[in-house]
């Protein structure tokens, strides 16, 4: 009997092969039996790690087990892969398929020969949900009873699956004109009036999508002796950085390293900088600023302090105005760094002069 | 010397990231114009007018636009651009490309002081001029500037024609010369 493991190639071959290596180049396949003496072996293990660390084996997570593998083997490599890991055989061998075919080499699935049957298979479903809702549709239209209700447009929480989540869920290859295709379809079937069951049905493929303020954590206020309020914040840019303290009730005074901050900044440009958070709010000279930078040029400096005075200023403000900071582009810190020198070029960019003899 | 394709590890300092798209990469090429930010990463709005606005004025492509926004991630505003009135886009494109060696400093000094020159010598005019000449005279150095800029457009450009089959390259705009002139 052959084995009959029809399973998706899992791993690379190595590039460096010699004669003798041709057994390593076969595809290498795991079986169910496999993956599940892994698991077995994978759970004991993670007992055993419990009681070296003197911990609960029964309420042991996988935050403490990635804790204790740190701990217990710490490594200086540079690339996270390749440092040593601890997890799930689920997360660590690739989702496989299981055998496609029975003793006879008949394939289970009607759809096997198209080479995505999974894809196809879901196609199938949908356009037969469409048929069953327009079919409904019509019945309805017939007996008279049938109603215009207008469909509420989604409001933006979610988003439909992109394609790398669609072939995991699906365990097979897509190309985008197949992804293209099923997401059109999609969009057909949620504008027509659907029942619950095909609500969910097109909800399996929607995900939620993050508000991106809700991610930044606002410090409460901080009270001093006298009982005025303030907050601190700090910032970066490129090598600059800077920490700010501003005060809740002042005649906007900037104070910049003990000097003040029209001297320290001669140029127009970075004062303007500075002003940017107060003027955005309409906060001007309401506000005291005592600040301290180090590192960067004039323009780094002063871009470190706006990001420091703006991330201060928001426990001052209500959420929206945190927001409007955010979308005009005050709360991101500037990932742009200088670029290094590439051998062969005469700088980051810029290619020796080329001479044609 | 073929520049060697370098593969840039990118790391972000305390970002949050979006799902980082492969959509235009070619497997085997590695790009060579590439940005710091993601293509996830939208451009900042900094006008003020555009947050005070009430909700209630906002049109419906208008509130589904400031939903979608929430939604996505920010690049940092540049270090040129500020909310302040007066800010123009124009006058900074202007001091960037007379901007030598990243001599911003001096590129802007000379801009200031031109519009200073161009203001001083209209005030002349003007308190030199009579009554109904004063309504002429343009005092604001920013329209004077626009309305130059303008006036240094072409007028007539070449455009193509298609002509027993064949795209000749003809000259075009004559009608506004006039009128310019």
């Given amino acids: ?357 | 010397m073929a520049a060697p394709t370098v593969k840039v590890a990118l790391g972000w300092s305390g970002l949050g990231l979006g799902v980082r798209r492969a959509a235009l990469r070619l497997p085997g090429l590695v790009q060579v114009r590439w940005s710091r930010y993601g293509p996830e990463y939208q451009d900042p709005q900094t006008d003020k007018e555009y947050y005070r606005k009430p909700l209630a004025q906002l049109t419906e492509e208008e509130t589904y636009e400031r939903e979608l926004r929430k939604t996505q991630v920010i690049k940092a505003a540049p270090a040129t651009k500020t909310c302040s009135v007066f800010e123009d886009p124009v006058i900074s494109k202007f001091t960037n490309m007379m901007m030598k060696g990243g001599n911003k400093i001096l590129a802007r000094s000379l801009m200031t002081q031109t519009l200073e020159a161009v203001k001083r010598k209209q005030f002349e005019k003007y308190h030199a001029a009579s009554a109904e000449e004063q309504a002429t005279i343009e005092r604001n150095p920013y329209t004077i500037f626009h309305q130059a800029l303008k006036n240094c457009e072409p007028v007539i450009g070449l455009v193509p024609i298609l002509k027993g089959g064949h795209f000749y390259q003809e000259w075009s705009g004559w009608e506004s010369r006039a009128a310019h002139v």
């Fill in chain 1, 1 to 357: 009997m052959r084995s009959t493991c029809q399973i998706l190639r899992l791993k690379h071959s190595p590039a460096v092969t010699t004669k003798k290596n041709v057994a390593a180049l076969r595809r290498e396949s795991y079986t169910v039996d496999f993956i599940k003496k892994q698991i077995e072996e994978f759970n004991i293990g993670k007992r055993h790690l419990a009681n070296m660390m003197g911990e609960d084996p029964e309420t042991f997570t996988q935050e403490d087990i990635d804790r204790a593998i740190t701990y217990l083997f710490p490594s200086g490599l540079f690339e996270k892969r390749a440092r040593p890991i601890m997890k799930h055989p689920e997360e660590i061998f690739p989702k496989q398929r299981a055998i496609q075919w029975g003793e006879d080499g008949r394939p289970f699935h009607f759809l096997f020969y198209t080479g995505k049957q999974s894809y196809y298979s879901l196609m199938h479903e949908a356009y037969g949900k469409v048929l069953h809702v327009e079919e409904r549709q019509d019945q309805l239209r017939a007996k008279g009873l049938f109603s215009e209700k207008p469909k509420t447009k989604d409001p933006i929480g979610s988003r439909w699956l992109i394609k790398e989540e669609l072939e995991e869920m699906l365990v097979e290859k897509l190309s985008d004109q197949d992804y293209a295709q099923f997401i059109r379809l999609l969009e057909r079937l949620s504008a027509l009036p659907c029942d619950a069951a095909e609500e969910e049905f097109v909800g399996r493929f929607r995900r939620t999508v993050t508000v991106q303020s809700k991610k930044h954590l606002i410090e409460p206020l901080q009270y001093d002796e006298q009982g005025m309020a303030f907050s601190t914040g700090r910032g970066k840019r490129k090598t600059a950085n800077a920490e700010a303290v501003v005060h809740g009730h002042g005649s906007g005074k900037i104070e910049i390293n003990g000097v003040d901050y029209l001297l320290y900044f001669p140029v127009t440009q970075d004062r303007e900088q500075l002003m940017f958070p107060f003027h955005f709010l309409d906060r001007l000279g309401k506000h005291d600023v005592t600040c301290t930078v180090s590192g960067g040029g004039r323009s780094s400096q002063a871009g470190a302090i706006r990001l420091a005075v703006a991330r201060a200023l928001c426990s001052f403000i209500t959420e929206d105005e945190v927001e409007w900071m955010r979308q005009a582009g005050l709360l991101t810190t500037d990932p742009r760094v200088r670029e290094r020198k590439k051998p062969g070029q005469e700088g980051a960019r810029r290619k020796f002069t080329w001479k044609k003899r």
